[in-house]
């Protein structure tokens, strides 16, 4: 079992569940966040939030998945992020649990 955790800015916020259902992740939880940018001397395509500085509305996604829908979520999101043309992008990461309580 693992964690999937995915950010992005709010208007990616269908796509994303769209990937998760494609990738037969079955539950998940989801929350609005405010992302920041302080800017520096970052690339604009590399930069989280895609702006300077401020505030961005994103949205947090996470779910305990098994390994094969992790990976299917990843290239998901990689597919998604080469075939459209943005300034930011769908951003995730997986850790592994150790332990859990979930059966």
């Given amino acids: 079992m693992e964690l999937l955790i995915i950010t992005a800015i709010k208007e ?9 259902k494609n990738s037969e992740v079955v539950a998940f939880s989801s929350m609005p966040v405010a992302g920041y940018s302080n800017g520096g001397s970052e ?19 996470y779910a305990f998945v098994a390994e094969n829908n992790a990976k299917k ?9 080469q075939t459209n043309e943005v ?15 979930i059966v």
């Fill in 43 to 61: 690339d604009m395509k590399s930069n989280w939030f895609a702006r300077d500085k401020g505030e961005s509305e994103s949205v947090l996604f």
């Fill in 12 to 20: 990616f916020e269908e796509a994303i569940k769209t990937i998760l």
């Fill in 73 to 81: 979520v990843l290239e998901e999101i990689e597919e998604f992020n």
């Fill in 87 to 101: 300034l930011t992008k769908i951003h995730a990461a997986v850790l592994d649990i150790k332990e859990s309580n």
